[in-house]
């Protein structure tokens, strides 16, 4: 197979893996606001998205470009609407205008944390925070379009490029002898290149039978199996990275943030797994590799 991909936002935590994975299935033209890692493009030019969209004819448009600052969108709620409702509306009508599959990562902030069991793709979403209320917006505006487009809801990502949980964690460590991490929220962390290898897989077999798009549409649980809580994920980051500093649980009140997390988010991928044949492996397995990866780069790196 030898696609045309569209990437956009190639320089998140889910991008950079995404121009490696989806390197060896045909032609990637990855694409990022500063234009960094690769062509400048600014979501909320709606001219230049059509214009790049139309230029480069893809086969697959995948969007890993969002606002992901939780906090920060409680207060940017128009630049956090803009991109994570009306971009990933606008890049289904071009989808659907190109004969495009489009690709989209959405998030368990769309779901209020009130459940007892793990959330299925058709329970009801309600969110409790602006990032989660935009979020489900561009899930619904995406799906309004009837373009071809498989939507990965996923979790608590992290990865050795970006900002995130474990790299905040690895830094404090050196910097604190103790910190005091939130116990009472719980979800399943999830590492970046899991994401971009499972769209690999999906990318690739659709690749080969076009056809199934259509039939294959809609919304996918995509994250590591097992649970955790924030201080959970923070003493396994500690153990397999051997350094020095007690970690004390806390609860949400005791940690007053702008924007509501949900209590429980863990999210089911029992869909995924009947459709695609794809299990993500624990999340205590795939944090080892991920620290292990990074160990590997520093030393290669000097």
Same mark, same amino acid.
């Given at each position: 197979?030898?696609?045309?991909m569209?990437?956009?936002g190639?320089?998140?935590?889910v991008g950079?893996?995404?121009?490696r994975?989806?390197a060896?299935?045909?032609?990637?033209?990855s694409?990022s606001l500063c234009g960094? #890692?690769g062509l400048?493009?600014?979501?909320?030019d709606?001219?230049?998205?059509? $214009?790049?969209?139309?230029?480069?004819?893809p086969?697959?448009?995948i969007n890993?470009?969002a606002h992901t600052a939780v906090?920060?969108?409680?207060?940017?709620?128009?630049?956090?609407?803009? *991109?994570?409702?009306?971009?990933?509306g606008?890049l289904g009508s071009l @989808?659907a205008?190109?004969?495009a599959?489009?690709?989209?990562?959405s998030?368990d902030f769309?779901?209020a944390?009130?459940?007892?069991?793990p #959330?299925q793709e058709?329970d009801?979403a309600?969110?409790? $925070?602006?990032?989660?209320?935009?979020?489900?917006?561009?899930?619904q505006?995406l799906l309004?379009?009837?373009?071809d487009?498989l939507?990965f809801r996923?979790?608590?990502?992290y990865?050795?490029h970006?900002?995130?949980?474990m790299?905040?964690m690895?830094?404090?460590f050196?910097?604190?002898?103790?910190?005091?991490?939130?116990?009472d929220q719980i979800g399943a /962390?999830?590492?970046?290149?899991? &994401?971009?290898?499972v769209t690999?897989q999906?990318?690739n077999?659709?690749?080969f039978? /076009?056809?199934?798009?259509?039939h294959?549409?809609? &919304? #996918?649980?995509l994250t590591?199996g097992?649970?955790?809580?924030?201080?959970g994920?923070a003493q396994?980051?500690?153990e397999?990275?051997?350094?020095a500093?007690?970690?004390d649980? &806390?609860?949400t009140?005791?940690y007053?943030?702008?924007?509501?997390?949900?209590a429980y988010?863990?999210l089911?991928?029992?869909?995924?797994?009947?459709?695609?044949?794809i299990?993500?492996?624990d999340?205590k397995l795939?944090?080892?590799?991920?620290? @292990?990866?990074?160990?590997a780069?520093?030393? #290669? *790196?000097?």
């Amino acid at each position: 197979m030898q696609a045309r991909m569209l990437l956009l936002g190639c320089d998140g935590q889910v991008g950079w893996e995404l121009q490696r994975t989806l390197a060896c299935l045909g032609e990637v033209t990855s694409t990022s606001l500063c234009g960094r #890692y690769g062509l400048a493009l600014d979501l909320l030019d709606r001219d230049a998205v059509a $214009s790049a969209v139309r230029r480069h004819r893809p086969d697959f448009i995948i969007n890993a470009a969002a606002h992901t600052a939780v906090d920060k969108a409680e207060s940017e709620i128009e630049l956090s609407a803009r *991109l994570n409702a009306e971009a990933p509306g606008l890049l289904g009508s071009l @989808a659907a205008e190109q004969g495009a599959t489009l690709i989209h990562y959405s998030t368990d902030f769309v779901f209020a944390g009130d459940a007892d069991r793990p #959330y299925q793709e058709e329970d009801a979403a309600s969110p409790v $925070s602006v990032y989660g209320q935009t979020k489900l917006e561009g899930e619904q505006r995406l799906l309004a379009t009837g373009a071809d487009t498989l939507i990965f809801r996923t979790s608590w990502v992290y990865g050795n490029h970006g900002h995130n949980f474990m790299n905040t964690m690895l830094r404090l460590f050196k910097e604190r002898d103790c910190l005091r991490v939130v116990d009472d929220q719980i979800g399943a /962390p999830t590492w970046s290149r899991m &994401i971009a290898e499972v769209t690999a897989q999906v990318v690739n077999r659709l690749g080969f039978a /076009p056809s199934d798009s259509a039939h294959l549409r809609g &919304i #996918y649980h995509l994250t590591a199996g097992g649970e955790t809580s924030w201080c959970g994920f923070a003493q396994r980051i500690l153990e397999l990275s051997g350094e020095a500093c007690r970690i004390d649980p &806390i609860l949400t009140r005791d940690y007053p943030t702008p924007a509501r997390r949900p209590a429980y988010s863990v999210l089911d991928n029992t869909k995924l797994n009947k459709t695609f044949g794809i299990k993500l492996p624990d999340w205590k397995l795939s944090l080892a590799q991920c620290l @292990a990866d990074r160990l590997a780069r520093m030393k #290669y *790196l000097g």
